[in-house]
């Protein structure tokens, strides 16, 4: 096949920032997705449903004109150890706040407010039950002691399994999955627990961290690992599976702040996010499951109609920039200078 054309895809984990640093990366997502859900992990975060909202206005008026109207963010609230009962009814009554995010505190880029012990949110999250607001969960510990590469296993038993059997009616997005144990832990979970998987997760296995020295573009959280990870990521993705879905976790940083003695984690795939995943179902011989999983599979989790544009992609063979703007800096996209083999038209 030379040419696919599905429904219009939704990113369903996508980092946006703000201010001049939005102005420049939104573009690259509205230009593929009709809609994405807006990671809160901002400098200050996103912890009310007053801040979600005026960052939503921020991200409309920053839309080119010309995609004013075709984009649309679902915003998210980022969830402390104090988040009130009170804010997560506002935020479901607003109708623009789609999920709470766990970040456990320490876990990631600007999770230090983040959650210290999840047993100080049981009263808030028994409310997300009761409305029905689903919670979106960053599932590493953070436990110095722990194996970096391990910290999605030992969440999955110490704090997401519990939490599942005390909550079972609670939504949960397990965000970005990149282990055979989340994979299954999903797969044999209630119909309630689904997974976004990114397109660096499915195309890298953590080689490519250390190939002929230290890459610190291909560095992310959690880290991408050992092949057969990648692998059981590839086959859930590609299973047809109403539980796994897209979300790319683009998340920009400046390229001084990646090629440093102490880099970010993050990796920018907005530029070229549904050519990537078409290339990775492409190689893997399941272009015929990409549209249920980058179009349908989500919007079906998050009780949202499926898009009704279609768009187009051609098997051709193009270079990716070797930087983008960014605010005055650099952002160096993934696969920079590199050729892909599809091209949305
Ligand atoms: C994200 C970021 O930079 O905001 N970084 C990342 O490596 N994925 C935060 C996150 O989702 O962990
Ligand atoms: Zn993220």
Redesign the pocket.
Known sequence: MTRITITRPDDW?L?LRDGEQMRDVLGHSARQFARAII?P?LKSPVITTDMALAYRARIIAALPATMQSSFAPLMTLYLTDNTPSDEIIRAKESGMVHGVKL?PSG?????AAGVTDITKCYATLETMQQIDLPLLV?GEVTDPDVDVFDREKIFIDRVLSPLTQRFPNLRIVF??VTTCDAVTFVQESSRNIAASITAHHLLLNRNALFEGGIRPHH????VIKREKHRLALLEAATSNNPKFFLGT?S???SQPNKENACG????FTAHAAIELYTETFDQAGALDKLEAFASFHGADFYQLPRNQEKITLTKESWTVPDQLAFSGEKLIPFRAGESLSWRMV
Do not use: K, R, V, W
């Open positions: 984990h980092h990671m992990n970040y876990a990631t880029t600007n999770s960053h965000e970005h560095f992310c959280l959690p976790d998340a920009p940083h970010c984690a993050g990796i």
